[in-house]
């Protein structure tokens, strides 16, 4: 129990550190922001105003402006801000977008937060589909390829984790656009209309992005865990148990699969929880998903600080917690992790 709480210190840590330098890097931007919007409030209000002159409502503009930037401590030094910030970030107090809105769930609303949790679901259910049938189809190749190094199977998964890695998968994914869905029509394409909050309208949608990274994945990820497996099989711990008259299934679920459990669920966590905050920002613009890759580039693009500093904190966040949970099940999943 002590190992736990330490490492969820480590992790705290780390996360608070990451936090402040992103909110020291974006401090001055954020705090100009954040005085535009509440300005652009005031001057709405000041319209409302009947019978003052243009001066007049100037002047109660900046009269009112000055006491929040004041009240808000906008004209603080840089880490005086910064501290702000991180705190405003670590507690999720909102933030608001200078140029995107929500566009279903809360529709018109500026807040980041919304704005980014309509956005998630969506990855979450592109990314989770294409990395469970990736997992279903490369751990029987990586398993086959394992047990007989250099035979059909193995040069078969050899070759595809290179296409894979060398092929322009953006461009392969624009091929099967073309065939799929522009000259087969067998799927959605890119520029269908799409009702976001129809479910049957999104797994429609989805099925070619799905198709597409699923196999360009298979290959790179079977041969990773070919590599792990093989390892796992020259272990003396295996060649003992084949010794002593082990069935071959239980050589492979109970001493093969126990021990290369920890590297292969690594690598499967990590890729899924990267893809989902991310988006696969390259994956999600050639598909036109609607996703945290998209949002991730909609804000670069309009330069919308609040979004892109949120984004790298839940970013930063769940990896962490991926962290935290990989540690957990280490010790679940592989007897020779020990803790003190």
Excluded: C
């Excluded at 086959?144 to 296409?163: H, K």
Aim: hydrophobic residues 50%.
């Amino acid at each position: 129990m002590r190992w736990l709480v330490i490492k969820a210190v480590n992790l705290l840590i780390v996360l608070v550190a990451v936090t402040f330098i992103v909110a020291a890097m974006t401090s001055g931007p954020m705090a100009q922001i954040q005085i535009n919007q509440y300005k652009q409030a005031l001057q709405q209000q000041v319209k409302n105003q009947l019978g003052l002159t243009p001066q007049e409502r100037m002047e109660w503009v900046n009269e009112r402006l000055q006491t929040y930037i004041e009240s808000q401590g906008l004209n603080k030094p840089w880490y005086i801000l910064s501290l702000k910030y991180t705190i405003d970030l670590l507690k999720f107090t909102d933030l608001n977008s200078t140029t995107l809105t929500s566009m279903y769930w809360h529709q018109g609303s500026r807040k980041v937060l919304y704005i980014i949790g309509e956005r998630i679901p969506f990855s979450i259910l592109l990314f989770t589909t294409s990395s469970i049938l990736t997992l279903l189809f490369a751990l029987p190749l990586a398993l086959y390829a394992a047990r007989s190094p250099g035979g059909r199977v193995d040069n078969t998964v050899i070759t595809w984790s290179v296409f894979g890695v060398s092929m322009p998968w953006w461009w392969l994914a624009m091929v099967f656009i073309y065939l799929f869905a522009y000259k087969w029509h067998i799927f959605a394409g890119p520029g269908a209309q799409t009702d976001w909050t129809n479910i049957v309208d999104v797994l429609r949608r989805m099925a070619l992005p799905v198709i597409t990274v699923t196999i360009l994945s298979i290959g790179d990820s079977a041969f990773r865990m070919r590599n792990i497996l093989l390892d796992t099989f020259n272990e003396d711990f295996v060649t003992v148990a084949r010794a002593k008259g082990v069935p071959e299934h239980d050589v492979l679920m109970k001493h093969v699969l126990r021990a290369a459990a920890p590297p292969i669920v690594t690598i499967v966590l990590f890729s899924l929880v990267l893809s989902v905050v991310n988006g696969a920002i390259i994956t999600e613009l050639v598909f036109n998903w609607f996703g945290m890759g998209r949002l991730y580039w909609d804000a670069i693009e309009s330069n919308d600080v609040p979004v892109l500093v949120e984004l790298t904190y839940i970013t930063t966040l769940l990896y962490l917690l991926t962290r935290f949970a990989l540690d957990i099940l280490y010790t679940y999943l592989d007897p020779r992790v020990k803790r003190a």
